[in-house]
């Protein structure tokens, strides 16, 4: 059902969908938002989420209307916007006028047994890194991305835009190191660690059997402890460059173990 349009910056609901473009009010009202086509087609056709709303630019054309028409048809709440309100709810620069409003969940259980690879972010603050991590771990069949806190916020608004609507397709967990560290040492899978300074070579022969990737961030790395106990492996690259970016980086790690096999 199709209501009439907001045309209020001030409306109490355009300000409850601005505050999910911060934390605390996305923690507060336990929803998130996504914007964009592919995010929202994406959060359409998948059950991980309950969608609440679907908003929309209430001067929307082309794909976007057509968007906004075959949600209106699946059963979904359309809720239009003037462009002036949908502005002030949007985190991009050029707004493509629709997105969703998504009920948050609490993914905090580790997987009892690894089928598919599985990615492990340590600690990252960068929310566009994180997220194009997230869309390579999906191109290179991994079942789950972990984020080890304390880490961006999986919900924040520029990284679900990263995934490029992947984020609706993949399990995207969150642990504290206190959990991760033993289950990892119960997990009886190799365990790769992605660092500068590796002792081997990323490469599917030397670790044809490794399922779980570890990724630094790029201040700091790995904690030592990691190092020690999991194998190491590295990048080699142009001595004259300190270091790629994380998201570079993992997405060519993940390559080499699990696409290079399949190409």
């Known amino acids: 059902m199709t209501e009439d349009i907001i045309t209020s910056r001030s409306n109490t609901y355009v300000k409850k969908i601005s505050s999910l473009l911060n934390k605390k009010g996305r923690?507060?009202?336990?929803?998130?938002?996504?914007?964009g086509t592919k995010a929202v087609e994406s959060a359409l056709n998948s059950n991980k989420f309950e969608?609440?709303?679907?908003?929309?630019?209430?001067d929307a054309k082309g794909e976007v209307a057509e968007l906004s028409k075959s949600a209106e048809k699946k059963g979904f709440q359309i809720k239009k916007f003037s462009s002036d309100c949908f502005n002030k709810i949007s985190a991009l620069r050029n707004p493509e006028?629709?997105?969703?409003?998504?009920k948050t969940i609490l993914n905090s259980e580790l997987p009892d047994k690894i089928e598919k690879p599985v990615v492990i972010l340590w600690q990252?603050?960068?929310?566009?890194?994180?997220?194009t991590i997230i869309r390579s771990a999906a191109a290179f069949g991994c079942s789950a991305v972990i984020l080890v806190e304390p880490c961006v916020d999986e919900y924040h608004p520029m990284c679900i835009r990263a995934t490029s609507g992947v984020f609706?397709?993949?399990?995207?967990?969150?642990?504290?190191?206190?959990?991760?560290?033993?289950w990892l040492k119960n997990s009886n899978e190799k365990i790769i660690t992605l660092?500068?300074?590796?002792?081997?070579?990323?490469?599917?022969?030397?670790?044809?059997?490794?399922?779980?990737?570890?990724?630094?961030n790029e201040p700091h790395g790995i904690m030592e402890d990691l190092k020690k106990t999991f194998e190491t492996a590295e990048i080699p690259i142009n001595p004259e460059v300190e270091s790629l970016n994380t998201s570079c980086a993992a997405s060519i790690a993940m390559y080499e173990l699990w696409g290079r096999k399949n190409s």
């Open 97 to 102: 006028g629709i997105g969703v409003v998504a």
């Open 27 to 35: 923690e507060d009202t336990g929803l998130f938002w996504a914007e």
């Open 124 to 131: 990252l603050n960068n929310p566009g890194n994180q997220g």
């Open 195 to 216: 660092t500068p300074d590796g002792k081997k070579e990323i490469k599917t022969e030397e670790f044809s059997r490794g399922k779980i990737l570890i990724i630094g």
């Open 51 to 58: 969608i609440c709303d679907v908003i929309v630019n209430s």
């Open 168 to 182: 609706f397709l993949i399990d995207v967990l969150k642990c504290r190191t206190e959990d991760l560290l033993p």
